[in-house]
């Protein structure tokens, strides 16, 4: 243990350096409040002892500098024992006060209590330390976990209408990049892009008669299938993590229309959530230009004029103005994630 002796009577110092180094301390000397605390900012001390009255800086305003740096223990000790000074010591940061002249067993006793706490606190902070590690990796197992739930629980709501699982990632990609074209932060586009690809996951409880229908569907054959939003949406369970919560919303939301007109429940404008609003032209995007049973798909120039007729109809004014601006990225992952569900036609209308 490393006690830092400050006093400017070389006597005193001496003295006390006997005393302690005789009980197996190691002692520093500093005779001015400066030298003590170029000895702190420079090396581990486990405990100071101070002399209040010094030249120059006085020992309340080391004590002041030396714990607004390091929460290194100090003893003042001082001849001067009126009530307001000792009061004016600790608010400046004295853990004791040793009036001179003090008695040796003391002295000792005092300084090694104080170093008691000292060492439980550091053990405290130790433990809290390791806790907070353990939980931060739990919960970073927890997310991983999370997530490959999810992804789990999308490969079989795809598996059958879309074995290739792309419609699922180019949806997620192209709500990342219109989200990063609305300037959000890193997480919520992170969160949109890992769960736009579950907007459809309610499909898996539509009978495949509706879903690989090869013609339009009838008015009650669609009645059934826009089910797969509240399926869906008691799949999942509005949760607590911002995972569940944001899947939830998309896939509650992404057939809404942004004057209304959609379905569930006919939200309109911004009381749709953002991330619903945003995966709703991913996803129709995607539709317009892959081929479904009952229709082929519309090559690409065709059906951004769509989502730019739509603008402000069916679609958020924002999300469409990011999708336009965005094209360039949007076509990356259209070409990188091609599939033979799409038939590109120049000339179908
Ligand atoms: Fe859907």
Redesign the pocket.
């Known amino acids: 243990m490393k006690i830092l002796i400050v006093d400017d009577e070389e006597a005193n110092v001496k003295l006390l350096s006997v005393i302690l180094s005789r009980k197996g301390y190691e002692t520093l000397k500093a005779y001015d409040g400066e030298s003590a605390l170029a000895i702190v900012g420079k090396q581990d001390v486990d405990l100071i002892l101070l002399d209040v009255m010094m030249p120059g800086i006085s020992g309340f305003e080391v004590a002041k500098r030396v714990k607004a740096i390091k929460q290194i223990p100090i003893i003042m000790v001082t001849g001067l024992m009126d009530r307001d000074k000792i009061i004016e010591g600790f608010k400046n940061g004295a853990d004791e006060f040793l009036s001179k002249p003090y008695l040796q067993e003391e002295l000792l006793l005092r300084i090694g209590n104080i170093l008691k706490v000292k060492e439980y606190q550091n053990n405290l902070e130790g433990v809290v330390e390791e806790r907070t590690k353990s939980l931060k990796e739990a919960l970073r197992r927890l997310n991983i976990v999370n997530k490959e739930v999810m992804h789990r629980l999308l490969v079989a709501a795809e598996y059958r209408d879309d074995n290739t699982g792309k419609h699922v990632v180019r949806v997620g990609e192209y709500s990342r990049i219109i989200a990063e074209g609305l300037g959000l932060d890193k997480e919520y586009i992170e969160l949109i892009q890992q769960t736009a690809p579950m ?2 996951i309610g ?1 898996i409880g539509v009978s495949d008669l509706i879903l690989n229908k090869p013609d339009k569907l009838t008015f009650e054959e669609f009645e059934i299938m826009k089910t ?2 509240i399926i869906g949406t008691r799949i999942i369970e509005k949760g607590e993590s911002p995972l569940i919560e944001t899947a939830y919303d998309i896939i509650l939301h ?2 809404e229309k942004w004057t209304g007109q959609g379905y569930p429940n006919s939200k309109k404008g911004k009381d749709i959530p953002l991330s619903g609003r945003i995966v709703a032209l991913a ?1 129709v995007f995607d539709a317009l230009t892959s081929a479904r049973p009952y229709k082929p798909g519309f090559a690409w120039d065709k059906s951004v004029s769509i989502i730019k007729e739509e603008r402000e109809k069916h679609f958020d004014p924002d999300v469409t103005d990011a999708f336009l601006n965005n094209q360039e990225k949007i076509k990356t992952v259209y070409d990188q994630y091609t599939d033979n569900t799409r038939i590109e036609k120049t000339n179908v209308a």
């Open positions: 907007h459809d499909k797969h939003v992404h057939h996803d």
